[in-house]
Nanobody, 124 residues
């Protein structure tokens, strides 16, 4: 079992930045690919970014790749999502997820554990 707890969300003005954190506990964190997804009101959960256990393979959803940076610190059992130049359309609940797969996926079904999410609200 892996427990994931997100933090770092909040209310921010457009153009601002946030760093989301996801702290993992339980089984060895370094063995998991990690991903970030988000879900806006009335919309389906969508892929944002993912990183392999080593940090070598990183993927982004095209619309965010210039403003989002995913990283991980296996010694701290934490994965991060740095978000720059926030836009109102970034408003959503952001979830981190852990996957047994060697390479991180872009599909929610490929992930085995999920956190409860952290709310990001961007005001215009």
């Amino acid at each position: 079992q892996v427990q994931l707890v997100e933090s770092g969300g909040g209310l921010v003005q457009a153009g601002g930045s946030l760093r989301l954190s996801c702290a993992a506990s339980g089984r060895t964190f370094s063995g998991y690919a990690m991903g970030w997804f988000r879900q806006a009101p009335g919309k389906e959960r969508e892929f944002v970014a993912a990183i392999s256990w080593s940090g070598t393979n990183i993927y982004y959803e095209d619309s965010v790749k210039d403003r989002f940076t995913i990283s991980r610190d296996n010694a701290e059992n934490t994965v991060y999502l740095q978000i720059y130049s926030l836009k109102p359309e970034d408003t959503a609940v952001y979830y981190c997820a852990a996957s047994f797969r060697v390479l991180p996926g872009r599909v929610a079904d490929e992930y085995d554990y999920w956190g409860q999410g952290t709310q990001v609200t961007v005001s215009s």
